[in-house]
């Protein structure tokens, strides 16, 4: 695999007499050509060999446990270049969501400074760092996708499991959680009774046709003669990262009305709870809450109702504010660029109450957010259940209206396609339609 990296290194043209946006460009544009053109891995193979360079070759994957610094480690990429890739990284990628198993690549010249990084969460998406006059030049290249649409029907039967039943109707393994997690947030299945009936609708993204990239739950419907009927669709803002990207009635009711509010509008987690090492020190420590990577001066929100308890500075924290709920625990926002609140102040859920910053020690702009529970121990927030509304309104609800009525689209041609096999290993009939 070195050697497939090693032909994206060496490819990459020198530029001289244009100015340094002009170098980001063509390098962005050079890494996409090399990626699009990468017909095979033996014919890489074939066009990398007897290649020379002067850059050296690294690769390591991720092990259990491990988050990018400790893969960066192990490379032996200097202290001050793991910083760099970090934080060139961090405002693009889900550095938190590393699999055991993915690989990252690095070129180095003579001194050990890192010329290309390449890492790719999956065969279709790869993110690149090239080394500029500044710093690295970020890109990333999205390969072609097969999307499919595929609806299921069936009914609870004696003595089943809802998880069993999806299974039985077809639902892929890899989609039955996010299946049964949506109907459960509607329907009271204690409740349920035998002949009750669902309908699904699913769209996945593969790679190649046969590899598995990602799927979502385009449609959920469930019709109990005890429980009432019930739908759930998928709304999504023109960002993907919106906060707001869940599921709803069609009235735009979120399916889960206990809960705290997201803290920000877009979520981007660029480094999770728990043991890290830390990406100014290098030391291992326990990171006592998550972070979420936004720009300077985006609004920070209340994620619930209650009173304010600190807002002040320290080095360390830069801005921060606490606050104080209903349940006795406290959330913790830190490292911001303006305090909205005093101490004392009774807040709303979802109430503004700073900007997001980079005070104290931190390598640049996020929202730290660390939840106490009633013994002031910290605790994960992300095993807090998060909603951003619990109702969508103006514009929000007005675009899930007209992807209400897009989806019930899609369900019906869906439905109307011909039947084929669910997968190799059974022979379940379900209704596919590939749209590109």
């Not at 988050?67 to 001050?80: A, P, T, W």
């Not at 039967?157 to 039955?176: A, D, F, H």
């Not at 992300?382 to 509304?389: D, P, S, Y």
Request: hydrophobic share 40%; proline share 4%.
């Amino acid at each position: 695999m070195s050697k497939i990296f090693f032909l994206l290194c060496v490819a990459i043209v020198a530029f001289t007499g244009c100015n340094e946006q002009k170098k980001i460009d063509a390098l962005k544009q050079e890494n996409a050509k090399l990626e699009a053109t990468a017909d095979s891995l033996k014919a890489l193979i074939a066009k990398a060999h007897g290649e020379t360079s002067k850059w050296l070759v690294k690769n390591d994957t991720v092990r259990a446990g491990d988050g990018l610094f400790q893969v960066l480690y192990r490379m032996n990429i200097n202290e001050k270049e793991r910083g760099k890739i970090v934080i060139a990284l961090q405002d693009s990628v889900e550095l938190a969501a590393l699999r055991v198993g993915q690989v990252f690549y690095a070129a180095l010249d003579s001194a050990g400074d890192v010329q290309r990084f390449r890492y790719a969460p999956n065969p279709a998406t790869v993110h690149m760092l090239s080394k500029t006059d500044s710093g690295f030049a970020y890109s990333r290249i999205d390969k072609p996708v097969t999307v499919r649409q595929s609806a299921f029907e069936g009914s609870l039967e004696v003595g089943s499991t809802l998880n069993g039943i999806l299974y039985k109707v077809g639902i892929p393994g890899r989609m039955i959680g996010k299946v049964s997690g949506i109907l459960q947030c509607k329907v009271a299945f204690q409740l349920a009774r035998p002949g009750d009936k669902f309908r699904i609708l699913l769209e996945e993204k593969f790679y190649q046709d046969s590899i598995w990239i990602s799927g979502k739950v385009l449609y959920a419907e469930f019709n109990g003669h005890t429980v009432g009927h019930h739908e759930a669709f998928r709304y999504e803002d023109p960002d993907p990262k919106s906060t707001f990207n869940a599921h709803y009635t069609e009235k735009g009711e979120a399916l889960i009305y206990e809960g705290l509010r997201y803290p920000l509008d877009r979520l981007h987690i660029t480094s999770p709870y728990g043991t890290r090492v830390h990406p100014i020190t290098g030391r291992t420590t326990v990171h006592h809450g998550i972070d979420y990577g936004s720009p300077k001066g985006s609004p920070v929100y209340a994620v619930a109702a209650g009173v304010v308890t600190v807002s002040g500075y320290d080095d360390l924290s830069g801005n921060k504010i606490a606050i104080r709920h209903r349940d006795n625990s406290e959330s913790w926002y830190m490292h911001l660029s303006v305090r909205g609140v005093n101490v004392g102040a009774k807040v709303a859920p979802r109430q503004v109450i700073g900007k997001v910053g980079s005070t104290g020690r931190s390598t640049g702009p996020h929202l730290h957010l660390g939840f106490k529970d009633a013994k002031r121990n910290w605790i994960n927030p992300a095993r807090k259940t998060m909603i951003a509304t619990p109702k969508l309104e103006g514009n929000r609800l007005a675009r899930l209206k007209k992807q209400v009525a897009d989806i019930r689209k899609e369900l019906e041609l869906t439905l109307a396609a011909p039947a084929v096999k669910a997968n190799d290993s059974t022979d379940v009939l379900v209704r596919m339609r590939v749209l590109k």
